[in-house]
């Protein structure tokens, strides 16, 4: 009967309209976005829009600068905190430790990529806050904690599992032969993991910074809760910071009633999902392409 | 004294035993092929021989597997030392993830080779060749181009030295790997099922290499294939689930073995 091919052509053309729906989705949600963001855009030039310090909506100055400096700012410091640390991690669980510790930290990660937001940011104000509080006090710029710091701090703890999962498993995905050959030339495991698995894994690893990038870059609530929230650039890791996600999340719905105003945090969404669904894609062909092409 | 030489080697991954009291000397400066049925652990011996054993977790080994007298699984043996003196090629060739000409200096730098001991090791290498290197640029690459012959690579590559290694055949990404293992300086060469991955004419130039190296190294081939083994085999090894069966020169094991099992195994009645 032809029973088997009808499944087969009916899974293959259900999967395939899934893949279009969700594609499309993004596509939507990107012009939506857009032509809610045109008012402000025909109004003001985008360099201003990008570049201008000056924040005072009631008279229509909407300058972003602060808030993508905020943004920028507290990704950067939790990509420098996590990714050294995540990929030592990923070596040390790959080449290293037994694999039954390998399969629990695996699973650990999992959980801890589950949590919700939302207990990141309680923790953060709990324990991060009042830490970086006292390290200024300690080396003397006195801050509250709310922080550029305590954001790029509860980041970089965020982001860590998808850095450490991703990473462990392009590592594995390196052939046994590639450890054989190389360690039966008497070199140390060391050796081993910069000339062979390292320069193997190249795009890999860039790949998991580029996810851990886009996780950090459009995180909202935790960082939210830490990062003090002031539309000013901050002048030191002390000082407070205010990232475009918290901006949106903050006012949206609050301040209608400022002519643009709605536009304005429309053109900022805008700006944050073609950041972020650049940085995913981008990974996403990376991690492709290394499983079509092997690591031959 | 042979220098590698089993006594009483046995080995079990968990509860599971695969080698039972082993025990056999390799005679230097010969082809020595271990045969047997799939699984009976020809792999299992084979990377005992260079600790690559080492790799798999629960392992368990119990007797001497000694090289020049000392015995690798000792707690202090030097094993980056050992596995240098035991080349090793796998049933599938792996490239190192770089160029051709870096395949092979990468042993000699990792190593810190000094610029005599190379140009001592490329004047050795002169008597055993057929061909004398063009002699030209730096050491370096005369050892590369050196060991590319001894291998019987260069011909092939002497014109994309510096492009991907993964870019060669699997036949020749094979002799790659053995050019690879000699640039070390082993004293032996170690194969597992080295052609079961390649055509019949690459499989070729994989065994001319081999009785062409034979005088100057001692190498240990794994096969499954009956015929490769009469035609290279100066010594056999005859594993069975486990147990050294039988092991003597090629002749005595394949025309008048003493084993029952052996018997039937060489004449293709069980495999
Ligand atoms: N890493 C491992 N963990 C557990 N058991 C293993 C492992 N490697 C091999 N074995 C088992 O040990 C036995 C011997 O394996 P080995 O690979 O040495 O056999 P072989 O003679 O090389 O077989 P083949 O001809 O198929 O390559 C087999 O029963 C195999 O299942
Ligand atoms: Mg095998």
Known sequence: ?296 | MPHISLKNLSIAYGHHRVLQDVTVNIPDKQITVIIGPSGCGKTTLLKSLNRLLDLNEDVKVTGDVLIDGVNTYDGNADILALRKKMGFLSQRPYPLPMSIYENIAFGPKVHRMSKDRIVQQINDLEGRMVQVPSKKNGQMDILVESYLRLAGLWEEVKDRLHTPASRLSIGQQQRLALARALAVEPEAILADEPTSALDPLSAQLIEKQFKFLKKNYTIVVVTHILRQARRIADYVIFLYLGELVEHGPAEKVFDNPSDERTRAYVSGEIS
């Open chain 1, 1 to 296: 009967m032809d029973l088997r091919k009808f499944k087969d052509t009916f899974s293959t053309l259900s999967i395939r309209l899934s893949l279009v729906f969700v594609n499309t989705l993004a596509f939507v949600i990107a012009i939506i976005l857009y032509i809610k963001a045109k008012p402000i855009l025909v109004k003001v030039s985008l360099s201003h829009l990008l570049f201008s310090t000056s924040w005072h909506p009631i008279r229509g100055d909407f300058g972003f600068f602060p808030f993508i400096i905020g943004t920028l700012g507290v990704t950067a410091i939790a990509m420098i905190l996590a990714v050294p640390v995540c990929l030592l991690s990923a070596i040390y669980l790959s080449e290293y430790a037994h694999k039954r510790f390998r399969a629990f930290v695996r699973l650990v990660v999992d959980i801890l990529a589950g949590i919700p937001s939302v207990i990141y940011g309680l923790c953060g104000v709990i324990a991060i806050v009042p830490l970086v509080r006292f390290l200024g006090q300690a080396i003397g710029s006195p801050t509250t904690g709310y922080s550029l710091l305590a954001g790029g701090i509860i980041l970089a703890i965020m982001v860590a599992p998808v850095i450490i999962s991703v990473a462990l498993e392009v590592f594995r995905t390196i052939p046994q032969a590639a450890r054989e050959n190389s360690l039966a030339l008497g070199i140390t495991t060391w050796e081993m993991i910069k000339h062979v698995i390292l320069r193997s894994s190249l795009h890999g690893i860039i790949a998991a910074i580029v996810l851990g990038f886009a996780r950090a870059f459009g995180e909202t609530i935790a960082v939210l809760m830490v990062v003090g929230n002031v539309a000013k650039i901050p002048d030191s890791f002390f000082a407070p910071a205010y990232p475009l996600p918290a901006l949106i999340a903050n006012n949206y719905g609050e301040m209608m009633s400022i002519p643009l105003y709605d536009s304005a945090l429309m053109f900022s969404a805008l700006l944050l999902m073609l950041v972020v669904g650049g940085f995913s894609l981008a990974a996403h062909i990376i991690l492709l392409r290394i499983e079509r092409r092997g690591y031959a």
